[in-house]
């Protein structure tokens, strides 16, 4: 089967088979490769941006090509972003690249990941609008981040529900926007994420002034999905 594949698509070099679920802390999997040159690092384009990537060694996934580029038209001139999972940079590199005018502050715990991100930040010439920084999302908050942001995106959906309060802690005094992601199963996912949302907001010294929208983005098991919550906090 990878044989015929590389066959077909003659641009490929190297055909992966997934060996393992996304797990660990820095949430990659392992891969088999069943045809061609044995790598994990290749070039991803989306969205007239350019991505390095290593499948191995820091999470991607291209079926998020769409919730980026959603998020990425959401952000107006002048804002500054928090991008509290940021990977490679798929989420922050896109706001860059859209926008003239805007800081985004890509916050990620994968040192491979980070090197990623500087590589790609680079290559797409977006070097003056986005600070990476290599941290865990709390700490980075805590000792730089307080009342920065406009807007937060929360892309861990595994645990996005304990970063809340950071992400509250980072919109500014005036208020801002996060997005929100989570799992969650049947039988009313999208009730579920907005309740558990609500629920933690709650517990900070902020208020969940209004529910902007929310969808799923994908499934990701039978009857279990990912999805997403985009509130306004005050």
């Not at 609500?198 to 517990?203: L, S, Y």
């Not at 799923?216 to 509130?231: E, H, K, L, S, Y």
Request: charged share 25%; with cysteine; glycine share 6%.
């Amino acid at each position: 089967m990878g044989k015929a594949i590389l066959t077909t698509h003659r641009q490929l070099s190297t055909v992966l088979a997934k060996s393992s679920a996304v797990g660990g802390e820095y949430r990659v999997r392992e891969f088999e490769t069943i045809a061609g040159v044995d790598k994990t690092k290749t070039v991803h384009r989306e969205h007239g941006c350019v991505f390095h990537v290593d499948l191995a060694r820091a999470y991607f996934s291209p079926r998020l090509s769409h919730e980026h580029n959603r998020v990425a038209s959401f952000v107006e001139e002048g804002e500054t972003v928090l991008d509290l999972f940021s990977g490679v940079g798929p989420f922050s590199i896109l706001i860059a690249k859209k926008r003239r005018k805007v800081h985004v502050y890509a916050v990620d715990k994968n040192p491979e990941a980070i090197q990623l991100l500087k590589k790609n930040i680079i290559v797409n010439r977006v070097e003056a609008k986005i600070t990476p920084i290599l941290g865990e999302a709390k700490h980075v908050i805590a000792e730089r981040l307080k009342g920065s942001s406009d807007r937060v995106i929360m892309n861990l959906p595994e645990k996005a529900i304990e970063y809340v309060d950071a992400a509250c802690e980072a919109i500014k005094i005036a208020g801002g926007i996060i997005h929100y992601y989570d799992f969650t199963s049947a039988p009313e996912p999208l009730e579920t994420a907005k309740t558990r949302l609500a629920e933690a907001v709650k517990q900070t010294n902020r208020k969940l002034d209004e529910i902007l929208g929310s969808r799923i983005v994908r499934g990701t098991a039978p009857f279990t999905w990912q999805v997403v919550v985009d509130v306004r906090i005050k």
